[in-house]
């Protein structure tokens, strides 16, 4: 009999940040241990809209498992459809489901639950609190909603209630990528941004329209968000529709981000975010009577923020999963399967012994030295009073050690350290390390007992998720925002001892327990992972050392330096590629280009016609059964979108149509249009049911219309492209051959 169980996790909703984590327990309960990687880190590709084979790989290997099927149970989540077949929100078919298809699996053996109850789990469980109120706000989930509540209790989540379609995460992503251009996942840069545009705060050029009511943080006022789905694009990527809109010119220059109109936008974004966390962190407070809040999802890692919600609300304490983005997802998901998953047959912790964020591989001085000894590199051995030396002398050190850090900050096992005293610093590292933005802040780490003397701090902050008010500016300038404020990491002995001897050598050189820390990577690269990724980036950005778990490096004392990192680089792409051949004969069965190229082309006409014909054939059918029951119809909607439907069912025009509620797009109270019309008082008697003809306002109508307990019917649903993107694009030929059965 097997002594203990596993349990893969696998992120395969939002694929831009996809990995895997593997839980191993012991049956009678007395072992529990666990690893976790994003794809991006071993693929050396920020964000890859890949499925997570490395990641999956590295897993196994970590608990030296050698077939996919020594796993016991797969958990993974799921978007609007419950198909372990199709993934992401486009439903553009890739390689991606091509990949999850012919999976090496028992699919007997997967279990799949929602996006935002594995947000849940993955804070809630990893928390040290016995009951929690549980706060996930995203920019969507599995079935398009931004914010749920869950109470957490024992080993129990329970559902509370959630919000669909146009919550603060998605507005948040939308000016950051559509008006500020920062980039797929570049809201903490927005959030670095926001200071800037403080003193351009009552510039009346942007105004965001938002509604809070309960759980209800509704942003549809300035924002039209559409149904995900665009089946334009497999045609052609220049049909593809704007799943947002925002009418708001968009910074075609970085330089411009500081300018008082950009800087104002992203402050007043901060602002309203705030705002509506704080209201709803209250809401969830007073529903649930916690003293504890569990938080998750993107919009967890808004540091500002979530100090806001602790200063602001009844909370206690508060804790963030490191990895609160979707990153996080596959540990959500196997710490879930632990606690929930009976099939198991294991006895279990009442509670998760989690410490620390260093969930990833780790690498011995031998390997290391193995490395270095390849590529002919001069180092030399020494211990960390000689690197917090180097520091202390305003030299900037790439630290690598220890297991690597899962979620987007660096935490002191993979991170470029610096001096916190000098205010040049931060100028420094963004122009000629980081090759970023000038605006961009840096985080101090400290030692945990002198946190409450440098910063307004009255809780740890482990992971760099809480803002802080700095008390001696003059002391560490350069990790001072603008603003007076940091994004704190304290640092205990327990958690790290080597970081936190490093700091303590620090302090007795400089008198300072804080230096400043950042993530091991250049713009626009992952963190690095392996000890070969630490030598590539340190050769291409301008650093001093490099420290390597136990050897230092000094950049100087290298020979042919050009030379050196191309063949680095050259050899990591190598074996990118050849692991990728190997996982794939291991992992999955009978793969190959041509087989998957088929299958694309197969199930992306099958999507076609579910998203478009599909649609149009329910509506003619849905007509037809009207007619034949006499039903009196009210239609509710906008003018374009009815005409259409007019045009294009020429049936319509024989149903008793007893009154049509019409909205525009162009009134001046659009956000308020629903609250002009007196549902409470629309009598009954006259119709059966509602025909909704709307596309932007589906969502809004169908919310409102909830409370009184009417008939409706929509001629979109939410996974639609509207009719009038096909039609008015004239391409409806190209679906012609599509509109058969026979052709699918």
Not at 275 to 298: E, F, R, V, W, Y
Not at 456 to 470: G, T
Not at 475 to 495: E, K, L, M
Not at 528 to 555: G, N, R, S, W
């Amino acid at each position: 009999m097997k002594k203990f169980k596993y349990i893969l996790g696998i992120q395969c909703f939002a694929n831009m940040d996809s990995g895997a984590a593997i839980l191993k327990c012991s049956i009678n309960g007395d072992f529990l241990d666990y690893v976790a990687i994003s794809e991006e880190r071993l693929i050396r590709k920020k964000h890859p809209y890949t499925f997570p084979i490395h990641s999956i790989d590295y897993c196994m290997k970590y608990f030296n498992l050698k077939r996919i099927n020594d796993i016991d149970l797969l958990v993974t989540d799921w978007i609007r459809i419950k198909k372990w077949e199709f993934s992401g929100p486009t439903f553009n078919v890739s390689e991606f489901d091509y990949l999850k298809d012919i999976f090496k699996f028992d699919k007997t053996k997967i279990r799949i639950i929602s996006h935002h109850l594995a947000h849940a789990a993955s804070t809630f469980y990893t928390s040290k609190f016995k009951e929690s109120a549980i706060l996930i706000v995203d920019g969507n989930g599995s079935d398009i909603e931004t914010t749920t509540y869950f109470k957490g209790n024992q080993n129990k989540i329970n559902f509370l209630e959630n919000f669909k379609y146009h919550g603060i995460g998605a507005c948040y992503t939308a000016v950051s990528t559509r008006i500020l251009n920062m980039g797929t996942g570049g809201e903490g840069k927005t959030m670095g941004l926001a200071p800037y545009g403080k003193k351009y705060s009552k510039r009346k050029d942007f105004d965001i329209k938002y509604s809070l009511k309960g759980i209800k943080n509704n942003f549809s006022g300035f924002m039209d968000r559409m149904p995900y789905s665009d089946v334009l694009n497999q045609i052609s990527p220049k049909f593809r529709p704007d799943p947002i809109k925002i009418k708001y010119k968009t910074c075609k220059n970085k330089k411009d981000l500081t300018n008082p109109y950009f800087s104002s936008v992203a402050y007043k974004l901060q602002n309203v975010t705030e705002k509506t966390l704080i209201h709803l962190a209250k809401d969830i407070q007073k529903k649930t009577k916690s003293k504890n809040l569990c938080i998750a999802g993107g919009v967890g890692l808004n540091s500002v923020a979530n100090k806001k919600i602790l200063d602001n609300t009844k909370f206690k304490k508060i804790f963030i999963f490191p990895a609160c983005s979707d990153s996080g997802i596959p540990f959500g998901l196997v710490i879930w399967g632990y606690y929930n998953l009976d099939e198991l047959g294991i006895k279990k912790f009442k509670k998760t012994k989690f410490e620390n964020a260093y969930l990833g591989n780790s690498y011995t001085p031998k390997q290391i030295k193995t490395c270095l000894d390849k590529y002919k590199i001069a180092y030399s051995k020494v211990n960390t009073n000689k690197v917090a030396e180097l520091i202390s002398q305003g030299k900037i050190i790439g630290w690598f050690q220890g297991r690597s850090e899962y979620g987007p900050r660096a935490l002191g096992n993979r991170s470029i350290l610096a001096d916190s005293r000098k205010p040049e610093m931060k100028d420094i590292l963004n122009k000629r390390v980081k090759h970023r933005e000038s605006f961009r802040p840096f985080a101090p780490s400290i030692k945990i007992e002198y946190s409450k003397f440098f910063f307004e701090l009255n809780c740890p902050s482990p992971y760099m998720l809480l803002i802080a008010k700095v008390k001696k500016k003059k002391i560490i300038p350069s990790v001072t925002h603008v603003d007076g404020t940091a994004r704190v990491q304290t640092v205990t002995n327990d958690s790290n001892k080597k970081f936190y001897k490093l700091i303590d050598n620090f302090q007795k050189i400089t008198g300072v327990p804080c230096i400043l820390n950042t993530s091991f990577n250049d713009a626009g690269d992952p963190i690095v992972e392996t000890p070969l990724d630490a030598l590539e980036t340190f050769f291409k950005c301008d650093m001093d050392y490099l420290y390597l778990e136990e050897y230092l490096i000094h950049k100087k004392n290298q020979k042919n330096i050009q030379s050196i990192f191309k063949k680095i680089s050259s050899d990591i792409k190598n074996e990118i590629n050849t692991n990728r051949r190997i996982i794939l004969r291991k992992l999955f069965r009978n793969y190959s280009k041509k087989n998957c190229k088929k299958f694309i082309a197969k199930n992306n006409k099958n999507s076609i016609y579910n998203l478009v014909f599909d649609n149009i054939n329910k509506l003619e059918l849905k007509i037809k059964e009207w007619l034949s029951n006499k039903k009196n119809i009210l239609i509710i909607g906008t003018g374009d979108h009815t005409n259409l439907m007019f045009n294009l069912f020429p049936l319509i025009s024989k149903l008793n149509i007893v009154g049509f509620v019409n909205y525009s797009k162009k009134s001046k109270n659009s956000f308020n249009f629903l609250r002009k019309i007196d549902f409470k008082n629309m009598h009954k008697e006259k119709f059966d049911e509602i025909l909704i003809s709307s596309y932007e306002y589906n969502f809004d109508i169908l919310e409102e219309l909830k409370r009184y307990k009417y008939k409706t019917y929509s001629i979109y649903e939410n996974r639609n492209r509207s009719l009038l993107d096909i039609y008015q694009k004239k391409i409806i030929s190209v679906f012609k051959k599509y509109n058969s059965r026979k052709n699918i």
